[in-house]
């Protein structure tokens, strides 16, 4: 017949138990934590990379926007000469002379603001995508430190569960046997 366990033996093993359910608790949380950071870092590198492909739209707009600023430009230069060659006189003196001077500088400008618009934007959108990929660097950090993070848990588990099982060994046989 069989005996039935000892309250010393029933300790040791839910000790035992306890230790190991412990253990795999911590590296369960250890490995989603890890996996969430992961994904978190991947959806950032993603971003970055969609952010990245704007670089061309931004500076596609601001070579159209110089190209239409251009076109209304020829086409005021255009207008003014004919006006004054409809009237007999010369644009390139007087009156005519200091409003194509005048249309000239806003053209150069309205060009300048496009381009230091187009830069700002650049870099905006430069400074947005550096940010999406040092955040996804912290996340894969992130995923490593948890994992670390799991392991020492488990080593304290194991620890806590082994040092449980030394005291009540040692109360069990006081004489060191």
């Not at 061309?56 to 600023?69: K, Q």
């Not at 400074?127 to 430190?145: N, P, V």
Request: aromatic fraction near 6%; hydrophobic fraction near 35%.
């Amino acid at each position: 017949m069989c005996e039935p366990f000892s309250a010393s033996t029933m300790f040791y093993l839910a000790t035992a138990a306890s230790t190991a359910v412990g253990i795999m608790s911590a590296q369960q949380s250890a490995r989603a934590q890890a996996a969430s950071a992961n994904y978190n870092a991947q959806v950032a590198q993603q971003q970055a990379g969609v952010v990245r492909e704007q670089r061309g739209a931004i500076i596609e707009d601001a070579d159209n926007e110089r190209r239409r600023l251009a076109d209304r430009y020829g086409q005021v230069s255009g207008d003014v000469e004919a006006s004054f060659a409809a009237q007999g006189l010369d644009p390139n003196v007087g009156t005519g002379y200091q409003l194509r001077t005048a249309s000239r500088q806003a053209y150069d400008i309205d060009k300048s603001i496009i381009s230091r618009n187009a830069d700002a934007n650049l870099r905006a959108n430069d400074l947005e995508a550096h940010g999406l990929l040092t955040q996804a660097e912290l996340m894969r950090r992130e995923g490593r430190y948890a994992r670390k993070a799991g392991n020492l848990e488990s080593w304290g588990a194991l620890l806590s569960g082994g040092s449980k099982i030394a005291d009540k060994w040692q109360q069990s046989n006081p004489g060191g046997g």
